[in-house]
């Protein structure tokens, strides 16, 4: 597909790098020439120097001929604007906007029809919604959800006192004691998808598929002690300490919000009156002390500083907060932090590029294409849903007797209110969700794209 990218920041150069490897047609625009230089030497893209909103820039970007634009800028107005424009110029496009700003959030979605958008995304947002997932589940430091939300992808740090070290994976049914599959293993900072004959060790970093029923169970048996927060540490006033307090807040939860801007303090205490909001430097020791820090359940770190919020992390986690999280500009920072005690680390970068992408795969294969994509093992593996349907080939077949490609696992079949992890003997059928997980490295529109015969 011919796509045009506004805007060469972070989520905008990470789009160009996922969009290009799948082999579609780049069109990067930016005001500033050295930034677009930048995107020539990484990936073969195309780039016009300009504003993505102006007429003019547009139609240099040959905009009647692109099947997509996606506005990325600084600016949510110039997004909106960009997107408007782009549609006049040529009403077949799709078009997304990033729109970040909290008080345009209920009239985006109320006015994406006239604004143009096809899709309209809040990295901060996300970001909010994912940590509040993990507030919620604190034994797992990161976890994705499929078949809305009655399948989980998690993962799990294996510690030397862990019942798991020095299993091979078909022990595990006998220890976990209810329905999990592996389906990836982060080893060395190296992903590896395992067969039963895999042998875990200390410190692997596991990724488990089960149902969202058997969450519990599974921390249960394995030994994991988990209390859920009552008192959340936010370090730092950004927008998705705004979204995570409201969301903690309206859970009952004790939030407070500590920031160095005293203006920002006080739009934060009108914004959210049931949350507590302190103006301070979370570097100093003697604030925290004096904040109480060391009486909190979890600790969000969410400075814009990676720096700080590493540090910070890494602080709270000594003196005793049994959950951190935090949050990184980044992505390519999470192989370095892996065996650093900054417990989990969401990109909100990173969740946002997702969704586009997993846009813009539907966009290509509306019959067949993914429902859901998620990156695991640090961007090593992708976990995928897919539903079965007239076109799916090898409907109830046993999974034994389908070839399927090197390094793809089927790893989970939802059938109305079922979720089975399969074996050999499992077979699907139309109307299915199927969960499958790759190392990422062939790219998976459809779900036809797994199997080994044409």
């Known amino acids: 597909m011919r796509i045009l990218i506004a805007g060469s920041g972070k989520v905008g150069l990470e789009l160009t790098r996922l969009l290009s490897a799948e082999g579609h047609d780049i069109t990067l625009v930016d005001r500033k020439q050295s930034c677009l230089q930048s995107a020539i030497e990484k990936y073969d893209v195309m780039t016009v120097e300009g504003n993505a909103a102006s007429l003019d820039v547009l139609n240099t970007a040959d905009v009647q001929n692109a099947d997509l634009l996606i506005a990325t800028t600084g600016l949510d107005e110039i997004n909106m604007l960009a997107c408007i424009t782009a549609r006049q110029l040529n009403p077949r496009i799709h078009t997304i906007a990033r729109i970040r700003n909290p008080e345009y959030k209920d009239q985006v979605y109320l006015m994406k029809r006239d604004f143009g958008?096809?899709?309209?995304?809040?990295?901060?947002?996300?970001?909010?919604?994912?940590?509040?997932?993990?507030?919620?589940?604190?034994?797992?430091?990161?976890?994705?959800t499929f078949v809305d939300g009655r399948v989980e992808i998690v993962e799990i740090y294996l510690r030397n006192d862990s019942s798991l070290v020095?299993?091979?994976?078909?022990?595990?049914?006998?220890?976990?004691?209810?329905?999990?599959?592996?389906?990836?293993?982060?080893?060395?900072?190296?992903?590896?998808?395992p067969s039963g004959d895999f042998v875990l060790k200390a410190e692997d970093i596991i990724f488990v598929t089960a149902s969202t029923n058997n969450l519990h169970q599974l921390l249960k048996n394995l030994?994991?002690?988990?209390?859920?927060?009552?008192?959340?540490?936010?370090?730092?006033?950004?927008?998705?300490?705004?979204?995570?307090?409201?969301?903690?807040?309206?859970?009952?939860?004790?939030?407070?919000?500590?920031?160095?801007?005293?203006?920002?303090?006080?739009?934060?205490?009108?914004?959210?009156?049931?949350?507590?909001?302190?103006?301070?430097?979370?570097?100093?020791?003697?604030?925290?002390?004096?904040?109480?820090?060391?009486?909190?359940?979890?600790?969000?770190?969410?400075?814009?500083?990676?720096?700080?919020?590493?540090?910070?992390?890494?602080?709270?986690?000594?003196?005793?907060?049994?959950?951190?999280?935090?949050?990184?500009?980044?992505?390519?920072?999470?192989?370095?932090?892996?065996?650093?005690?900054?417990?989990?680390?969401?990109?909100?970068?990173?969740?946002?590029?997702?969704?586009?992408?997993?846009?813009?795969?539907?966009?290509?294969?509306?019959?067949?294409?993914?429902?859901?994509?998620?990156?695991?093992?640090?961007?090593?593996?992708?976990?995928?849903?897919?539903?079965?349907?007239?076109?799916?080939?090898?409907t109830g077949e046993p999974l034994k007797n389908i070839r399927t490609k090197d390094n793809v696992l089927v790893c989970c079949i939802t059938r109305g209110s079922t979720v089975e992890i399969p074996n050999g003997n499992s077979v699907f059928r139309k109307g299915d969700h199927i969960v499958v997980v790759s190392n990422g490295r062939t790219v998976i529109q459809k779900l036809n794209d797994i199997f080994e015969d044409k």
Not at 119 to 144: C, H, M, S, W
Not at 172 to 181: D, E, F, M, R, S
């Open 117 to 144: 958008l096809s899709l309209a995304v809040n990295p901060e947002l996300e970001a909010a919604t994912e940590i509040a997932r993990l507030i919620n589940y604190p034994g797992f430091p990161k976890q994705d």
């Open 166 to 193: 020095n299993r091979h994976l078909y022990e595990l049914p006998n220890i976990i004691k209810c329905q999990v599959l592996v389906c990836a293993v982060l080893r060395d900072g190296k992903a590896v998808m």
């Open 223 to 394: 030994g994991i002690v988990t209390k859920k927060a009552k008192s959340v540490f936010l370090a730092g006033g950004s927008r998705i300490s705004y979204y995570l307090a409201k969301t903690l807040c309206g859970e009952g939860l004790t939030v407070k919000i500590v920031d160095r801007n005293m203006q920002r303090c006080e739009e934060l205490i009108s914004l959210l009156p049931k949350a507590m909001v302190s103006c301070g430097d979370v570097s100093n020791h003697d604030f925290l002390e004096e904040e109480y820090f060391e009486q909190f359940d979890t600790l969000v770190s969410l400075t814009g500083l990676d720096e700080l919020n590493i540090v910070l992390s890494i602080y709270g986690r000594s003196v005793g907060i049994p959950q951190v999280i935090t949050k990184l500009g980044r992505a390519d920072s999470l192989a370095m932090l892996e065996k650093l005690p900054v417990g989990s680390v969401v990109c909100p970068k990173e969740l946002c590029a997702n969704s586009i992408v997993r846009y813009v795969r539907a966009m290509q294969n509306e019959i067949g294409s993914a429902i859901t994509v998620h990156k695991i093992a640090e961007g090593q593996a992708e976990a995928i849903e897919f539903l079965v349907d007239d076109t799916t080939r090898h």
